[in-house]
């Protein structure tokens, strides 16, 4: 299993733009890379995916380089309310199971400072 | 994405009891996973319930403990048996769905959790 490492925590201002860098060493060819939003309390909500180079959508951008060894997901202009723990996730197929299994590391605890 | 529901969304149960959780989807889809998350950690794979087939269980996890029924693409049940404190977490099914150009991910419910006394 590829695993990924990223900060434990991260402290940022409202309005300013946050970079979550996680590296996954081990990713193999077919692997995606996936990054979750959790709040407490609640599921884990899926904010974005991407393969290579760069993918945008209205919440949040990923920035994966050639090498696919990491990946920076950016938030801009960040709010109280994105005060979460982000995980960054390397897809992979469980032979056994037919399907796709994620594996949770520890994520990394966004505090969103006023 | 996918509307995932989860009964009860807590609950407060004696050592030694069981408690079946309860996930429901607004769609079929094909593969459904069950997470654990203790306080203050990170999610753990507990199983993969595919319909018509038996659970697939993770290291750790073992059918008697942790029974898991799928009978239909929309629908499954975890259950905690015999619990003991230990088994206080945050459980959470989640379903695999197709997105457009990547490929499968998964979208979870919100969460049951459990406090055992």
């Known amino acids: 299993l590829a695993k990924t490492t990223q900060p434990i925590s991260m402290d940022s201002y409202e309005g300013q733009e946050v970079n979550i860098t996680c590296s996954h060493n081990?990713?193999?060819?077919?692997?995606?890379i996936t990054w979750y939003q959790q709040f407490p309390s609640q599921g884990p909500r899926f904010i974005i995916q991407?393969?290579?180079t760069k993918v945008t959508n209205e919440v949040a951008s990923l920035f994966i380089p050639a090498d696919r060894k990491s990946s920076t997901l950016s938030l801009p202009r960040v709010s109280l309310s994105d005060t979460a723990v982000y995980y960054c996730?390397?897809?992979?197929?469980?032979?056994?199971?037919?399907?796709?299994?994620?594996?949770f590391g520890k994520g990394t605890k966004l505090s969103v400072i006023p | 994405s996918a509307v995932i529901s989860q009964k009860p969304s807590r609950d407060i149960c004696q050592r030694g009891t069981s408690l079946t959780i309860q996930c429901q989807v607004d769609s079929q889809v094909t593969m459904m996973f069950w997470y654990r998350q203790q306080p203050g950690q990170s999610l753990t794979l507990i199983a993969t319930?595919?319909?018509?087939?038996?659970?697939?269980?993770e290291s750790g996890f073992v059918i008697d403990k942790f029974p898991i029924s799928r009978p239909n693409l929309t629908f499954s049940t975890l259950t905690v048996s015999n619990m003991s404190p230990e088994d206080s977490s945050i459980y959470l099914c989640s379903v695999e769905r197709s997105w457009p150009y990547s490929t499968d991910t998964q979208y979870f419910g919100p969460g049951t959790r459990l406090t055992v006394l």
């Open positions: 319930a595919n319909q018509g087939s038996e659970a697939t269980y």
């Open positions: 081990n990713i193999a060819t077919n692997d995606y």
């Open positions: 991407g393969y290579k």
């Open positions: 996730l390397v897809g992979e197929l469980n032979s056994g199971a037919g399907s796709y299994q994620l594996t």
